[in-house]
């Protein structure tokens, strides 16, 4: 089983509509990611989570809001989705105090 | 904030040959990951090489520190080895967040 998912794995939406991106971890890891990558470009962060109490902006996050439930679960939401937000959107952890970052699958969204 | 360069942003090889691939960054950074992107957008880590050097099978990396730079040596190149390479970097007081370089893109040939 992956250590890292992400669901769903594609999604397509019209302008306007709210949508939800959720990823779990099996690592036990207390730092959560969420990133985006738009074609032919590196990924930018969005939101990033030290702990279930410790909620950040990175450097792109206006349009987005994240939910961390759990050590585990770490949600990114789009509350207005505008086709600008069509991207592929990762998810990734790391342990505290060790920075390798693990990824997720991905996330294909398209805004229509 | 940190800048991270790629080069060369496209390399097209034949299988079997070898490559290097740079990554150039602006400041001083306590994490340095590869990945390499397949086909498929799926990441994978190959190496967390803030420093020194480091080998795994056909693939090794060298972080230079102090000059601000890290290589990634791809030998004996095969059409699987194909996607987009990322370097990534970070710093402890900076939340650990990354920031990616744009990417190299290979391509190995038959």
């Not at chain 2, 070898?18 to 590869?34: E, I, M, P, Y």
């Amino acid at each position: 089983d992956a250590d890292v998912t992400q669901t769903p794995r594609n999604r397509i939406t019209k302008t306007g509509k709210r949508i939800m991106l959720e990823c779990s971890q099996t690592k036990g890891h207390d730092r959560m990611y969420w990133y985006r990558q738009d074609p032919g470009l590196g990924l930018r962060l969005i939101y990033y989570s030290f702990d279930v109490k410790d909620i950040n902006k990175g450097e792109i996050s206006d349009g987005y809001s994240v939910s961390r439930q759990a050590q585990a679960k770490f949600s990114l939401s789009l509350e207005s989705a505008i086709p600008n937000q069509t991207a592929l959107y990762f998810c990734a952890t790391s342990l505290a105090g060790a920075e390798t970052q693990y990824f997720g699958p991905g996330t294909r969204l398209l805004v229509l | 904030g940190i800048q991270v360069e790629q080069s060369p942003p496209d390399l097209i090889l034949q299988e079997g040959a070898n490559s290097t691939l740079r990554c150039n960054f602006s400041d001083s950074v306590n994490n340095l990951q590869w990945f390499h992107q397949n086909p498929w957008g799926q990441l994978i880590n190959l190496f967390y090489i803030p420093s020194g050097t480091k080998q795994n099978g056909r693939l090794s990396a060298t972080t230079v520190a102090t000059e601000r730079y890290s290589l990634l040596y791809i030998s004996s190149s095969q059409t699987t080895d194909s996607g987009v390479y990322f370097c990534a970097v970070g710093i402890y007081n900076q939340g650990g967040k990354l920031i990616f370089g744009q990417g190299t893109e290979l391509s190995v040939k038959p």
